[in-house]
């Protein structure tokens, strides 16, 4: 086998165009993998630029009251990964931008793609592209005819009657054309190394590996699959129109079909209809700048029995304070109830695209690409998450600072001083270790070891039933 | 041979190839589906801003009840009094919708990156929260729909590649291309008529279509020039790949190294290039975290609420010189209830300033990418596309002024009639309404 696997590298390094395409491959790899580096640190610059100059803003804030500081609020930028430079996901598309205020839980908003003319349908070129689009392609055209063209010439014959087995020969052909697809892979990640700035930490080092794995599993379908055909179809042609087709419909059209489906078969609500139902909601809780309902005045009764005093000028603390947090917690369980609702209805139809898997390898492939990068939806959630348990945590210390920090109920001009605002930390994402995120992942790693092996193993079953002499 | 008949030979070979009429049945039964979803869209949006009119109408009906009544606002909110300028203004309810054009169904382009309706109060600006999208999942954001353009811009030239890549390949392929100049003549012609049957056919696929939604849509009357250019601009497109795919087919060798190259070519000109292009100019210019813009509704207007009424005053008469013809322009001090119902007047102000800025920056980077269009021509003809069913940046840069108009009117009504102290009745309520439609 390894002769027969030799004797394929050294055919193909015979062939003058084999030569240049990888050599175009190579330089091509280089410069985009760059490129995305550099877009990446730019984009990353603009954004620490935005993160300090916002900070600088809070750091400066001049005495004022708590809960005025609440609606000056502040921001929380989606950062981007380091590996975002090989697969930017979902986030041209996503906000970019996520105020953190009072009494609501906002959205991210001014996606890059908002703010010019459309570009490419397919993304930036970055790594991810050519991998996902151009390198099978390159594997298709290496394997189309690896085999008809041995049958084709009559060779097949003769190294049969030499003794090689037929098994032998076709999978020798699968892993010399799948190792050229591995060696771009390693360069692109080679590269990606290098230029980085930073120093890879575990976590990167480890998605970046599981990133190139998925890319060397879905080569593997895509080799295995064109040799298959090109052993089953009787010419070269044939096997290059299906396995382009194929091609075709993995990468352009189920993508595009199955995530309309998905949508369909769980419709998210619009934004209209998502804002009246919280507003409903919202409006049976106390309102912090209006308490005149019931729960108001049972938490007042409460808070004077707790204090033992009779009226809201006698208690040693803020009821002010107290009432806005209330307000704050009736909120967050109107946000929890209905964020909830629609990231559930997300995670639904996530679910449903990666079962499109089974079919469609490519989905599981862009699935596993785009979580190993960081920039799928499930950390782009992991963000929003993040973020408003910052906004409450963020709020309860104003909300406190208002109620414990000295005033007394009624007093709007009351102000904390500014050592207080300093206290208050920045919101800090923590992106999440791969491994706590294995299971939702699962589906996809699954399926496209099962494409393999079913593939592999129909390989080696039509190895044995088709006779070619 | 004539090409007609060269033509007609075409037209056998083609009804007789299976794979090849599977995918072009494929392909309609692809247009049928885009138009249907872009139909839905459509629909979508309309049946939005129609519940978005009828609650207008209702908010409208309830303010003008409690005029009837003699109720000056909501029970539970004793403070709001509808019969001062800035109550009533405040409870118009004012709404700057972009409709949704009768051709939508032909492309959605970027459509789904925008918000289509927005409520306009005091303090709104162009770069509010809810300007964004409708709710999506961003994946499915990120692989786009099947709409008829992408159908068009991209799918239709794979086609043509399925349909095309064994013209004199096979006949290469089967070593009797030189019986083929034998019997033509020219070779080129013969390639050449070959090439016409397919492209005719698809030419007359995709003006069927446009013609059709055009129909159906009723279209025709408000939109004449707009289908027009689609033919024209469509029309050009297929022959660009016709040209294209006609000098593969003379310059390869065999039908696998036609199917290559044309490939190829098509990659290079729907990926690549694109690509490169998106990845410069997000180099060139990164997305914009609008930091001039939060600016404006933070700190700088946390400034403004801090200054005396009085330097109010001056800036808002700047804003408004002929604020010192109303009956309040000439006080020596400033009413302090005045400029507190007036200050947004300011903010709004320094936001289209600020917004001035960004959009400036988003011109850049527009004008870097109409640059590319002479090496990008799928780029441009997506952009024109989008731009002929005003569903590109710019039409809904044309609905942000819009909107912007809609506050600057509402605003400057707000802040004339507060400074003339007007007492507000039902017709003046009504006026309102009719203004800030």
């Known amino acids: ?469 | 041979m004539k090409a007609l008949n060269i033509c007609l030979y075409e037209f056998k070979h083609f009804y007789r190839n299976k794979p090849k009429v599977l995918a072009y049945f494929l392909f309609v039964l692809a247009c049928f589906y885009a138009l249907y979803s872009g139909k839905n869209l459509q629909k979508k949006q309309q049946e939005t801003i129609v519940s978005i009119e009828l609650k207008q109408q209702e908010a409208k009906t309830k303010i003008l009840s409690w005029f009837d009544k003699g109720e000056k606002g909501p029970e539970d909110r004793p403070w709001i009094d509808v019969t001062i300028p800035f109550w009533a203004i405040w409870y118009t309810p004012t709404y700057a919708i972009k409709q949704p054009t009768a051709l939508l169904p032909l492309g959605i382009g970027q459509t789904e990156q925008y918000g289509y309706y927005k409520q306009v109060t005091n303090w709104s600006s162009t770069y509010d929260n809810d300007m964004v999208e409708e709710l999506s999942n961003p994946e499915r954001l990120l692989n786009g729909n099947i709409d008829f353009s992408f159908l068009l811009i991209f799918l239709l030239p794979m086609l043509l590649i399925i349909l095309t890549y064994d013209i004199y390949g096979l006949e290469q392929d089967l070593n009797f291309d030189k019986l083929v100049h034998v019997q033509t003549g020219s070779t080129q012609k013969w390639i050449m008529a070959r090439l016409n049957f397919y492209t005719m056919l698809l030419l007359f696929t995709v003006v069927l279509f446009i013609v059709t939604t055009a129909v159906m849509n009723d279209a025709f009357e408000g939109h004449f020039s707009q289908i027009i250019s689609l033919i024209l601009l469509s029309t050009v497109y297929i022959i660009f790949w016709a040209v294209t795919f006609y000098f593969i087919i003379t310059k390869s060798k065999g039908s696998s190294a036609q199917a290559f190259l044309m490939i190829s070519v098509w990659l290079l000109l729907c990926v690549l290039i694109p690509g490169g292009v998106h990845q410069l100019a997000s180099i060139k210019y990164p997305a914009n975290y609008m930091t001039e813009y939060l600016d404006v509704n933070r700190k700088e207007a946390y400034a403004i609420f801090k200054l005396s009424p009085d330097t109010l005053a001056i800036r808002l008469k700047t804003i408004y010189p002929d604020l010192t013809k109303t009956k309040h322009g000439q006080d020596s001090i400033a009413d302090e209830g005045i400029i507190n119902n007036t200050m947004s007047a300011i903010i709004n102000q320094m936001n289209k300033v600020a917004i001035d800025k960004i959009e400036l920056q988003n011109e850049m980077k527009n004008k870097f990418i109409v640059s590319s269009y002479w090496y990008n021509p799928v780029s441009f003809t997506q952009n024109k596309w989008n731009s002929l069913l005003a569903t590109d940046y710019n039409a809904y840069k044309v609905y942000r002024d819009n909107v912007q108009k809609a506050i600057d009117k509402k605003i400057q009504l707000l802040v004339f009639e507060c400074w003339d102290k007007k007492k507000v009745n039902k017709d003046t309520y009504e006026n309102y309404s009719r203004i800030l439609r």
Request: glycine content about 6%; overall charge positive.
């Open chain 1, 1 to 469: 086998m390894k002769y027969i696997l030799f004797n394929e590298w050294k055919g193909l390094f015979r062939n003058q165009l084999f030569l240049y395409l990888s050599l175009f491959f190579i330089l091509a790899l280089s410069v985009v993998t760059w490129l995305g580096i550099v877009q990446n640190q730019k984009q990353k610059e603009a954004q620490e630029q935005a993160k300090k100059h916002i900070r600088a803003q809070w750091d400066a804030m001049e005495p004022t009251n708590p809960h005025g500081a609440a609606h000056y609020g502040s921001y929380a930028f989606k950062p981007n990964t380091v590996l975002n430079s090989m697969d930017e996901g979902i986030n041209a598309v996503t906000g970019n931008v996520l105020r953190l205020e009072g009494h609501t839980q906002n959205d991210l908003v001014y996606s890059e793609a908002s703010q010019s003319l459309l570009i490419s349908k397919f993304g930036k070129l970055k790594p991810s592209l050519l991998f996902q689009f151009i390198i099978p392609l390159f594997i298709i055209f290496l394997a189309f005819n690896t085999y008809t063209k041995e049958r084709e010439s009559g060779r097949i014959k003769l190294l049969l009657i030499q003794g090689l087995n037929l098994k032998k020969i076709l999978f020798s052909k699968i892993f010399s054309i799948w190792l050229i697809g591995i060696t771009l892979l390693f360069f692109a990640t080679f590269i990606q190394i290098i230029f980085s700035s930073i120093i890879y930490d575990t976590n990167t080092l480890l998605r970046l590996l599981a990133l190139v794995s998925s890319y060397a599993i879905y080569y593997l379908i895509i080799t295995t699959l064109t040799v298959l055909l090109s052993f089953v179809f009787k010419s070269s042609t044939s096997s290059l129109t299906l396995t382009i087709a194929i091609w075709v419909m993995w990468s352009i059209f189920l993508p595009k079909i199955v995530g309309n489906a998905v949508e369909n078969i769980s419709p998210l609500p619009t934004r209209i209809e998502f804002q009246k139902a919280m507003n409903e909601d919202r409006s049976k809780g106390i309102d912090g700048h209006n308490p005149t309902g019931e729960r108001e005045k049972k938490m007042e009764k409460e808070t004077l029995a707790k204090y033992k005093v009779d009226s809201l000028s006698q208690l040693p603390i803020n009821f002010d304070g107290l009432v806005m947090q209330a307000d704050e917690e009736y909120g967050n369980m109107v946000w929890d109830k209905h964020f909830g609702k629609l990231y559930a209805q997300l995670e639904a139809q996530k679910k449903n695209y990666q079962r499109s898997g089974i079919v469609n390898p490519f989905s599981s492939l862009q699935n596993m690409s785009m979580a190993t990068a960081g920039t799928d939806m499930f950390h782009h959630l992991e963000f929003l998450k993040q973020a408003e348990s910052y906004r409450r945590i963020f709020i309860k210390t104003l909300n406190d600072k208002h109620a414990y920090g000295g005033s007394k109920t009624g007093n709007w001009g009351w102000k904390a001083d500014n050592k207080f605002f300093k206290s208050v930390e920045d919101f800090k994402y923590n992106t999440p270790s791969l491994h706590s995120l294995w299971s939702k992942y699962f589906t996809d790693i699954l399926i496209l070891l099962i494409w393999v092996l079913v593939l592999l193993a129909l390989v080696n079953y039509l190895s044995k039933r088709i006779s070619i002499l």
